[in-house]
């Protein structure tokens, strides 16, 4: 169990949380006390707390959180601990949850005691601690056997100089301006009990025990249903078929064997047999296309050549007819006199020119200009 005990200071929590400690075996992890031990222990961080606390400073949150994480990581705290003192404020609450779920160690439970203010005033001004084991008393309702001793190992009693009714009255305000954003930040979490703290000592314990057996039971059961969870999966991991080592039947190893026998070759594809048919004679069609394409191309080289020289012989005597056609044609202009040449059509190239007959009408004649006569 991981418990914060939260309450106003005088409440009687500390006496609370030793008697919790002595009944459930669990660490009571007080604040003041550990940053005592760090600082007498000459630690990192005790050195760092001395140094804040010569200088009149509070020790910060850091330093607190340091000295915690160190404290409840020792064997003692591994089932648990009682955290007296801290969180006081709601920063360090939610610092405080930071820390112990980065630790995979989530707080149970928040137990308040509450009193009554005019109460925790007569508490704090008759309170009188044991400068030896701690041990509390109180001179109004707690008062120890001797004045000034301890009942239990007879040490000598101590009244704290801040136990004065004008500290009081200022802690408190700071309790209630600090602390009480702490309670509403557990209660929003489900985590948060209330016992009363005004009675005898015993009846409030007993008060507090109860509350921690009920959420001692829930948590146990929430873990144990937990852990089965996590041993259904690690099962099931553990259970799991591998793939090439699972048990197989007879039937299903020959029904394997066939289909490997069966089937092609790694790295190619199965056909169907209409595919594989259509593929036969595509490439028989090619094969006959390719054959047949080189034949009729020699054909044709051939057949084009033969056309090439009768194209060749006729344009030869097309030019000699036309050369004798034009030979005859200026011998006819010669004979009839005429300059102009005969037109001829494109029909009409290469046939015998046509030769114009001469006028039957007689050429008129111009006069001569007569001469003068000498």
């Known amino acids: 169990m991981r418990i914060v005990l939260l309450g106003a200071p005088g409440s009687g929590k500390g006496t609370q949380a030793k008697l919790l400690e002595d009944k459930y075996q669990l660490p009571q992890i007080s604040t003041g006390d550990m940053l005592r031990e760090a600082v007498a222990a000459g630690s990192a961080l005790g050195r760092q707390a001395k140094s804040a606390m010569d200088a009149g400073q509070l020790v910060s949150d850091e330093i607190v959180l340091g000295i915690i994480q160190e404290r409840i990581t020792r064997a003692d ?51 009188r601690t044991c400068l030896s084991c701690g041990q509390m008393y109180n001179v109004f309702y707690a008062p120890p056997h001797m004045d000034g001793r301890c009942d239990a190992c007879g040490g000598r009693l101590r009244h704290r100089s801040d136990d004065n009714e004008e500290t009081i009255g200022n802690r ?80 299903t190893t020959t029904v394997k064997k066939k289909a490997a026998a069966a089937a092609p070759a790694k790295g190619k594809a199965v056909k169907p047999a209409a595919v594989k048919k259509k593929t036969v004679a595509k490439q028989a069609a090619a094969k006959k296309t390719a054959a047949g394409g080189t034949k009729k191309t020699a054909a044709g080289k051939t057949i084009a050549a033969r056309k090439s020289a009768a194209a060749g012989k006729g344009t030869a005597k ?57």
């Open 318 to 374: 097309k030019q000699v007819v036309a050369k004798k056609t034009a030979r005859k044609t200026e011998a006819a202009r010669k004979a009839t006199g005429t300059t102009k040449p005969v037109a001829r059509s494109k029909a009409g190239a290469g046939k015998q020119p046509v030769v114009k007959k001469p006028s039957r009408k007689p050429v008129a004649r111009k006069n001569k200009p007569v001469g003068r006569k000498r």
């Open 172 to 251: 408190l305000r700071v309790y209630e301006t600090q602390t009480l954003p702490v309670l509403d930040y557990y209660k929003a979490q489900e985590k948060l009990r209330t016992v009363q703290g005004v009675g005898a000592v015993a009846d409030v314990f007993k008060a507090i025990a109860r509350i921690v057996d009920k959420v001692k039971a829930s948590t146990k059961s929430e873990t144990r249903r937990n852990d089965a969870i996590r041993a259904a999966i690690a099962k099931h991991k553990a259970t799991r078929k591998k793939p090439g080592k699972e048990p197989r039947s007879a039937a």
């Open 77 to 127: 705290a591994r089932n648990g601990f009682i955290l007296d003192g801290f969180p006081r404020n709601l920063q360090q609450a939610e610092a405080l949850d930071q820390l112990l779920n980065g630790l995979g160690r989530p707080l149970h439970l928040a137990l308040l005691v509450s009193v009554d203010v005019d109460a925790l005033i007569q508490r704090l001004v008759g309170r």
